[in-house]
């Protein structure tokens, strides 16, 4: 009895040891990891939206106005700008699944979302704005402790001049200048991305291991045929990291949802293509020489901090589009799984998206997330 006791016990120790090395090993470990590279300070990670509502009047007159365009053409490719709501989802659902973020801030060019209590919530006067915060303690105490700030365009590009711009290349360039009292590290996340299960630090950074670097499972070089002018920008980005460190490397993707930056990644990035970054930022549209910047923060993560690539994507992609029949699959798909993110792209019409589909969206996620943030009317 004793000794079938024992066989059991040993079986069923090697069982979970094998287990863990497994996990630890296939799932974390795609790449041995260099202790001798110094590991970032993650002390506190902050949240960073892009966002824009490209269809707001005064946004369609400027953008017509810098670009010397008529409204047909712009309206041309208005889903690239047109506001979902998106961001609101997102929002919620950071609250849900995320809490342990610390403060969000929202990039955006002298705009607000119709549906943000922007006299009760913001405290924003750091960015030139006199805000009454009506709150009281216990008001303070029910909804947590993050505070959901606005940082316009005009508050951290460098190059006054370069403004206003609509290309996300250029305004993501501008990182390296954020207001000091957004964290070291923090979790960049457009619109169209949200949290779908519980996620933790430990899915962003590992206090050994350092940042984790999610990629693409497709290499550049799948974009060599392309002439689309994210294909283009991706070729030329790859090209100017071979040159600067003399290789001939066809480097994969950083994947489209959420991503850990660090400043001092960006203060890296400056000192060896400060001049290139200053050339994104000027170009108020998208160019084919414009910079990448998520996938150069991920090179140069990898080339000289601390960090590995995780076998397994915390992230699903996927595309809105007019077929009602295909998205209906979509999102009884994504209601019966547990993706830690999504990234919701926007494929639909530019003129005349589904509506029925829109309803469907709408519907969904509000069913995903239904309690409101505290910033919500």
């Not at 699944?97 to 610390?102: E, G, L, S, T, V």
């Not at 957004?182 to 950074?205: L, W």
């Not at 007019?322 to 990234?343: E, I, P, Q, R």
Request: proline share 4%; glycine share 4%.
């Amino acid at each position: 009895m004793q000794k079938k006791f024992l066989i059991l016990s040993v079986f069923i120790f090697l069982y979970v040891w094998i287990s863990v090395y497994k996990y630890y090993h296939y799932v974390y470990n795609e790449e041995p990891i260099d202790v001798s590279k110094p590991l970032l300070d993650c002390t506190n990670i902050d949240l960073v939206y892009t966002w824009v509502n490209g269809t707001e009047p005064i946004h369609m007159i400027s953008r017509m106005k810098r670009l010397n365009i008529t409204l047909e053409e712009a309206k041309a490719d208005s889903n690239r700008f047109r506001d979902l709501d998106g961001l609101k989802y997102s929002l919620r659902s950071f609250l849900q699944y995320a809490p342990w973020i610390r403060n969000v801030y929202i990039i955006t060019d002298n705009q607000y979302p119709n549906w943000l209590n922007l006299e009760k919530t913001m405290n924003i006067d750091e960015f030139g704005f006199d805000v009454d915060m009506s709150e009281s303690v216990l008001e303070k105490e029910e909804r947590g402790n993050h505070e959901i700030r606005f940082i316009f365009h005009s508050d951290y590009f460098q190059n006054q001049s370069d403004l206003p711009v609509f290309n996300s290349n250029a305004i993501e360039v501008n990182y390296y200048s954020l207001p000091d009292e957004v964290s070291e590290c923090f979790i960049s996340m457009n619109d169209d991305v949200y949290f779908g299960a519980p996620v933790k630090r430990d899915d962003f950074v590992h206090p050994i291991k350092g940042i984790l670097t999610y990629e693409d499972s497709a290499p550049i070089s799948a974009y060599d045929d392309t002439q689309e002018l994210f294909a283009q920008s991706l070729r030329h980005s790859n090209s100017l990291l071979n040159k600067l460190w003399g290789v001939d490397n066809s480097r994969h993707l950083a994947e489209h949802g959420p991503i850990l930056f660090h400043k001092k990644v960006f203060e890296q990035m400056y000192k060896w293509i400060g001049d290139e970054m200053r050339e994104t930022s000027s170009h108020a549209i998208r160019k084919s020489n414009d910079l990448q910047l998520p996938f150069l923060h991920l090179h140069f993560t990898k080339r000289f901090f601390r960090s590995y690539t995780p076998k397994k994507s915390i992230n699903k992609y996927a595309g809105l589009i007019d077929d009602l029949t295909k998205m209906k699959s979509l999102f009884k798909k994504l209601a019966g799984t547990d993706y830690k993110t999504v990234c919701l792209n926007d494929g639909l019409s530019a003129s005349d998206p589904n509506p029925q589909v829109l309803q469907l969206y709408h519907k969904s996620l509000n069913e995903k997330f239904p309690n409101k943030g505290y910033w919500e009317y």
